[in-house]
């Protein structure tokens, strides 16, 4: 065992107790520390996976995605590292190895499933040379951050083009990701096949009107959501790929989403305990990821029938008789898709949303006007009241007042518990609450004093963490 | 009918600015003013006379140089309308090109030349909460909204559209913010800019019914809303404001 690696996982460890003794729950100082001590920290710890390492970057979904993944491989009777949500930069994913090593740097698992954000994937995949990567889809997301999407997806590209070993996972309806099939790793392809549902509502927000390859406009035959969809660029022939993993007839059963997996010429069904159609690419990335793995769809399909959503990814609450979900926004991709749940379910419902501007929302809350907004100027009808909360409650507020909703039903109100219990109070037979990143936990925890959680437990793909 | 041209909105359509547009078009509704709304789409012809407002948002860099050369095409029927009375409203990449030109640090891109100021790369990014006082009617009217720009730009014979508040403005240096000539107002200022600064959006509403010759004064709204909404951006600007603005 090499010395500095031992020393900077002993500073690692001393980091993480420290935060602990101040109440934070250190996510990723462990693993700044340990960098900082010797900066090939990762790369040495992730070398030690039996078998090797996946990573799951994009946009939306990487969080839920992971956690099938990791879910599954566990299921398989795999011993799984992962890293836990929010803590998916370089540190934070160094952070999950130091957890699971002992002080003498021994640790033993098969595989490190780690969801990697989509500015740190360059410098974590030069680290720990991944035998997968599992790319969901481009969105913008907090531009002040991360610049422009199209620098987001070049950044990307040239990691995944330094990669020639690695075999890919890629959303064949996203053209920003399917163009990565040509980079050279070999990709497999997973998509939705068109069903009743395809794009009832043209949503506004597509971020991939022209051809990746030569900037020609690209033809859609339809959209799911945003830029995903059947398109082909009829200027130079880039197209959809013909997804070996496919879902058909996608579509609700009650309070769950359902489809057909194709997989090569057999079919499997799959209904999933949670909502939004967007669960389902999830699923079917992490399907394709599986059976990349050489895994048997019998042994894929319960571990993701069993799958329990993550905080705030839908996670379903019940207040005395109502259901309540809690769903995190971040982006007017995910936004438009959490609107799409209040015309899925039937019945009067009441919303909150909650938007703060803190560094890790993203300072600018501009976003929340690229979100068609619009469709509630029809929907509000179901809709008791809309409670908007957070650091910028007012201008949510505004933007609702602007979007066509009646004035009578927008209620701001910034202070987080008093938001929650007027929400929870509503009149209506459900409860939706729609959180930015840090909402999300000071709501959640609001709910859990007052509502019964459903489920056994969260985070169900990864493990505890160890003390 | 009030005519609202969007230039490019498929290119130009960065941080929500189309909230602008949906701003204007929502105030004129609610006091029943009939509006129109033209997208005014790459390579398609443009009659900007026939315009009572025209929005140009803002754009990436790339997106900003395809649009360029189409633009330089229009410069004469644009430069027209405007001296003649276009009301414009033109945020950040939207702003920059109506000025000499913008110079990047590997080059320079040619801006229409409207009015008299130039942008240059600055060594940093001017991303924040940013908040500035306007004049509107002898008014002092302050506003807010979020700036997120590497260009800075320096004015010539032409005159703020506001001083800084709180943030960066023009170029973080002067205390200037955007830039007004006649009846076009330019600023940096996403956020959008109108929504949750109605005072504003009247007056703008207000230029272009005298452009149209309809002329009249405007019913009230009902403004507590944006009111607390503007008053919350400022307080996130640092600005703390006493009273109605
Ligand atoms: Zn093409």
Redesign the pocket.
Known sequence: MDAKLLFAISCGKAAARGSRMLGRPGSSLPGKVALKVYPWTLRDLAARAQQGTILVTGTNGKTTTNNMLARILQQAGARVICNREGANLITGVTTAFLRETTLFGQMEFDWAVLEVDEASFPGVAAQVDPRLVVVTNFFRDQLDRYGELDRTVAVIRDAVERLPETRLVLNADDPLVAQFGELGPSAVYYGLAPHARVVERRFRVREARF?P??G?ALHYAFYHYSQLGLFR?P??G?RRPAPEVEGLQARYQGERVACTIRFGEKEFPLELPTQGFYNLYNALAAFAAGMTLGLEPGQVVPSLETYEPATGRLQRFRYRDKPVYLNLVKNPAGFNEALNLLYTNEGAKDVFIAVNDNAADGRDISWLWDVDFEVLEELQRDVAGFVCSGLRAEEMGVRLKYAGVQPAKILVEPDLKAAVHRTLKGNGAQAFFFATYTALWPVEKLLRTRVTPEGRGRDVGCRPSLP | MLVVGHLYPELLNLYGDRGNLIAFVRRCAWRGIPVTVRELVLGAPVDFGALDFLFIGGGSDREQGILIEDLHRHRDSLCEAIEGGLVVLAICGGYQVLGHYYQTPDRVIPGLGLLDFYTQAGPKRLIGNCAVEIELDGRPVSVAGFENHSGQTFLGRVQPLGRVLAGFGNNGVDGTEGARYKNVFCSYLHGPLLPKNPCLTDHLISLALKRAGMEMPLVALDDHLEERAVAAALKRAGVTVSGKT
């Open positions: 051809c390859r030569c020609g660029c200027n130079c880039f």
